[in-house]
């Protein structure tokens, strides 16, 4: 039977950067992924004659972790399309057409009334947990834009752009979810809307994810799907679905939180896990990639959280035999909302934004339905943060946990992945060779 140092479980980001480490350190590294491909809730693939992200994509430099590791490995970044046309719904239904300035104007108040509290709230970004968040994390954000009393044309503009952040209805997601992020920039929402949504980068996520995974020393297995984790003495043996069978002083789980039951532990997870599994985090959304006719003006669109899709921009033109046509990415706060085999039900989500769109196509990977992931990006349900976070972190016996899910900084966005990645390979090798946690 084949024994090494430490198996990981999955090839994202944490995955990759996990193994990389441990590598470095002397220890022998397997790293099994399930999917035929690693990258994890990151994937870049050629579909309507472009390479898409059909999973996670704007990276920013005030995320530390992302950013070291673009410069490590010499990632550029370019700067999604600027819009020249802005439409957003109006709180009676229709929709308005506007200027990127214009609807800044309307949401400026709002959003600084959202987050006001910050630096109360959470006093340093890399300490989401310390702080009146305490309190305030039983609160949703519904339940902050409710209590500010904004005038309906700015609420409704309001709840569209953090319906688009946080890809859930905004009564289920905490409002920490919200103030971790902001607290990440420095208070400034500005900024943060920047850092979340403006910057990819250059040749892609799947080209940057394999370049770390070329610095892996040990060995990445991919369509491998572990069933099952026996914790015995001195380590664990890993099962898979193909009868194999390995040995490992250490494991390091990196699946999210709403996929981590597709496997088996003994003894089984920790409370915190199953009862989080339970429960699902809020995140529960959509992300599409739509062929429309002709050569669009740049423009970005909000409609409200109550509509099939929420954000509607323009992102790339090209041609075919059929013409001209652009490329919009859409995002929707429920993953149930559209049919992606239905161009029609596509179409009447567009017609919600603005008159006069042409759908031909649609294309996106359901990540709700993905039994590896089961969900987007991470966003929690009121009161899970603060409950959970320090509980989640905590290694189970032989196996460590590094997933987004339970980062400090950039929960939910690939520095939160880098940064457990490095956090669990930092442990495994100290605790390999004797020294303090």
Do not use: C
Not at 35 to 59: A, P, S, Y
Not at 66 to 71: C, K, L, R, S
Not at 150 to 170: C, F, I, T
């Amino acid at each position: 039977m084949e024994s090494v140092d430490v198996v990981v479980i999955g090839a994202g980001f944490a995955g990759l950067v996990a193994a990389r480490e441990l590598g470095d350190a002397g220890l022998s590294v397997v790293v099994l992924e399930a999917r035929d491909r690693v990258g994890g809730r990151t994937w870049t693939d050629r579909r309507f004659g472009h390479d898409l992200e059909l999973g996670g994509t704007w990276v920013h430099w005030v995320q530390p972790h992302t950013w070291a590791e673009m410069t490590r490995y010499g990632r550029e970044i370019e700067r999604s399309p600027r819009a020249e046309e802005a439409y957003w719904k109006r709180a009676d239904g229709t929709s308005q057409r506007g200027t990127l300035e214009e609807f800044m104007a309307l949401i400026d108040a709002g959003q600084q009334q959202i987050i006001d509290d910050v630096r109360e709230s959470i006093p340093r970004g890399t300490e989401p947990t310390v702080g009146a968040i305490q309190e305030l994390d039983a609160l949703s954000i519904q339940d902050r834009i409710e209590a500010l009393g904004l005038d309906p044309e700015a609420r409704a503009a309001n709840e569209s752009v953090w319906v688009g952040h946080v890809n859930a209805p905004l009564n289920q997601v905490g409002l920490a979810s919200a103030m971790r992020w902001v607290a990440a920039t420095g208070g400034h929402w500005q900024l943060m809307h920047e850092a979340s949504a403006t910057y990819r980068v250059v040749g892609g996520m799947s080209a940057f994810t394999a370049e770390i995974a070329a610095d892996v020393s040990g060995e990445i297995r991919l369509s491998s799907t572990v069933t099952s984790v026996a914790q015995q003495d001195g380590g664990a043996l890993v099962s898979l679905a193909d009868g194999t069978q390995i040995r490992a002083r250490f494991v390091v789980s990196t699946l999210p939180a709403n996929a981590i039951s597709g496997i088996s532990f003994d003894p089984p997870l920790p409370e915190v896990w199953q009862r989080l599994g339970a429960e699902r985090v809020a995140s529960q959304g959509s992300k599409l990639w739509i062929r429309a006719r002709g050569h669009l003006p740049r423009f970005f669109a909000y409609a409200s959280q109550h509509d099939p899709l929420s954000v509607l921009k323009a992102e790339y033109y090209g041609s075919d035999e059929d013409g001209d046509y652009t490329l919009l990415v859409a995002f929707g706060p429920e993953h149930t909302r559209v049919d992606l085999d239905d161009l029609a039900s596509v179409q009447a989500a567009v017609d919600a934004f603005r008159p006069g769109i042409e759908v031909t196509g649609v294309t996106a990977h359901d990540w709700m339905a993905d039994p590896l992931s089961r969900n987007t990006w991470m966003t929690h349900r009121p009161g899970q943060l603060t409950r959970d976070l320090a509980e989640l972190q905590r290694p189970h016996g032989a196996v460590h946990f590094a997933t987004t899910d339970n980062a400090k900084l950039w929960g939910g966005f690939v520095d939160g992945a880098i940064e457990s990645g490095l956090r669990e390979a930092r442990r495994i090798a100290g605790a390999d060779s004797g020294s303090a946690q």
